[in-house]
Every structure is written in C-alpha cells, then in structure tokens.
C-alpha cells in the first residue's frame, strides 16, 4: 500500500449555513466515492478521517493531519476527496463544498503546499478555499517530514 499523508490547515471565506450567518465546519477525507470504490470491489477507501468541529466560524483553523491508504498503480484514476460539512446540533449536518484532487497531480514524491477552491457537491452554496499539505508516498520512496 502507498501512503498518502494529507495535512489540513485551514479554510477561509466558507459559506455560512447557520442562522447567524457563520458555520461549524468539519472535513471528511476519502479516496474516492463510494460508488467508485464498489466497481472496483474496494473494501475501506470511502472514510478515510475526519477532523474536529470548528465553531461559529467561516475561517476554520484545523492543523490536522491524517495517513490514507492507497493501490499502487490507481494514481492516475484515484483522487482525493475532502468535503466540509457544518454540524448541526438539532437537524443533519448541511454540505458546505469540497474539494477533489487527482492523486496524479501528488506522485513526483515531493509535499504540495496548496489552497485549493471549495466546488458545490451538490446544489449548495459554495465558495472558500481550503488549505492542505499533500505528500504521496509510494511504495519505496522516503517520507520527507516538512511541517506533518
């Protein structure tokens, strides 16, 4: 299995989907989606992590990094998903965006240092950046340690 290390940093100028006009946002990070993954006949790609629950904020700050694990050989079909998400205490949990990144544009084995735009996953309102720190490892190639 290649190792594919995913800092994230933060996020700014999210969509604010509470009342008072600010979020509580959190991510979720996965290679794939879940019908990707089932043609394949993949078994534990759809969730990969999660980060804690930033409050009343467009501005999170996470610093939270996570190791995901990926096939040797999928680099140019896989990608990595990180969909935000504001929590909601009383109804479920609204969709704020996310971001989807070929892991083709992380195999050079060097960390990638990027803020990337927030896409609508479905028909919501989304705008922001989020900010992540990519490393992929393959099989054979050194983890170089730079702010993980």
């Not at 999210?14 to 794939?32: E, F, M, Q, T, V």
């Amino acid at each position: 299995m290649n190792n594919l290390y995913v800092r994230v940093i933060e996020a700014k100028g999210i969509h604010g989907a509470d009342l008072g006009g600010k979020s509580d946002p959190y991510c979720i990070l996965k290679i794939n989606d879940e019908e990707i993954n089932k043609k394949r006949k993949k078994k534990g790609f759809e969730f990969a992590g999660k980060t804690s629950t930033k409050t009343k904020t467009l501005h999170p700050k996470w610093s939270e990094t996570f190791i995901l694990e990926t096939i040797p050989g999928d680099e140019e079909t896989d990608f990595l998903r990180v969909q935000l998400f504001d929590h909601d205490k009383v109804s479920n949990d609204d969709s704020i965006g996310m971001v989807k990144i070929p892991l083709s544009t992380f195999v050079n084995g060097q960390p990638h240092d990027g803020w990337y735009d927030i896409k609508p996953m479905k028909k919501e309102k989304a705008k922001g950046q989020i900010h992540l720190l990519v490393h992929y490892c393959p099989v054979g190639v050194p983890f170089v340690r730079r702010d993980f």
